[in-house]
């Protein structure tokens, strides 16, 4: 069974369009995050919530909004795609957000801005 | 604000050699280490850890790390490198600022070895 699964897998649109990236965990745990890789490999932290609640929230537009229906799931909606925003996108999850917590990752979503 | 730097973005090896992949963090406060894995069109995944005690950390698939405080490194290594472990390599710090643990990636090494 996947553990931290991303839907879709890849995903390629239009600038200006708004699109969302869905994802799941099925290892009970309570902490989640988004994360952009860009071409050159370098992986960054955008969004991570705790039991729902926002709790990092890094320098990332406001076309980014992250949506925590439950412990579960973590989903990223993306408004008026830019060119930039091409990139892999991973959701991780891990237990506790005390830094200390092994993160396990998806595999993935490749969104391309045309 | 905490940083990493891994100081080769690529590592060509020989099949058996041995091989060390370099970090150097910078932090003022206590930080957790990792080391992640990522095969080619995959996540991340865990090679291994650093919280506290024994410098020497040991992981999956026969690499080592040693934690070294005075010259804020964290180098990984393996004795013997096969073929299977051609990918990319990250080293991760994690320290508390302003109240959550904000985990900061190196820009990775990619670890290319050769039969």
């Known amino acids: 069974d996947t553990a931290v699964s991303q839907t879709p897998k890849y995903l390629v649109t239009q600038m200006g369009n708004d699109k969302s990236i869905k994802c799941e965990q099925n290892?009970?745990?309570?902490?989640m995050y988004w994360y952009k890789q860009d071409s050159k490999k370098f992986l960054k932290i955008m969004f991570s919530?705790?039991?729902?609640?926002?709790?990092i929230n890094e320098t990332v537009p406001n076309r980014f909004s992250p949506k925590s229906p439950d412990k579960a799931h973590l989903n990223l909606h993306i408004n008026s795609l830019e060119l930039g925003d091409s990139a892999v996108y991973f959701c991780?999850?891990?237990?506790?957000?005390?830094?200390?917590?092994?993160?396990?990752f998806g595999p993935g979503t490749r969104l391309t801005v045309l | 604000a905490q940083s990493v730097t891994q100081l080769d973005s690529q590592v060509p090896v020989f099949e058996e050699a041995p091989v060390e992949l370099r970090c150097n963090y910078s932090s003022s406060v206590s930080v957790y280490l990792f080391w992640y894995v990522q095969y080619p069109n995959q996540g991340l995944q865990l090679l291994l850890k650093?919280?506290?005690?024994?410098?020497l950390v040991k992981g999956i698939n026969g690499f080592e790390a040693e934690f070294n405080k005075s010259q804020t490194s964290f180098h990984l290594r393996k004795p013997s490198v096969h073929i299977s472990d051609t990918a990319e390599y990250f080293c991760a710090v994690s320290d508390r600022a302003g109240g959550s643990y904000i985990p900061t990636f190196g820009r990775g090494t990619s670890l290319i070895v050769h039969p």
């Open positions: 290892l009970g745990h309570d902490t």
């Open positions: 650093y919280l506290s005690g024994s410098t």
């Open positions: 991780a999850s891990s237990q506790g957000s005390s830094g200390a917590a092994e993160q396990f």
């Open positions: 919530y705790n039991n729902k609640e926002l709790i």
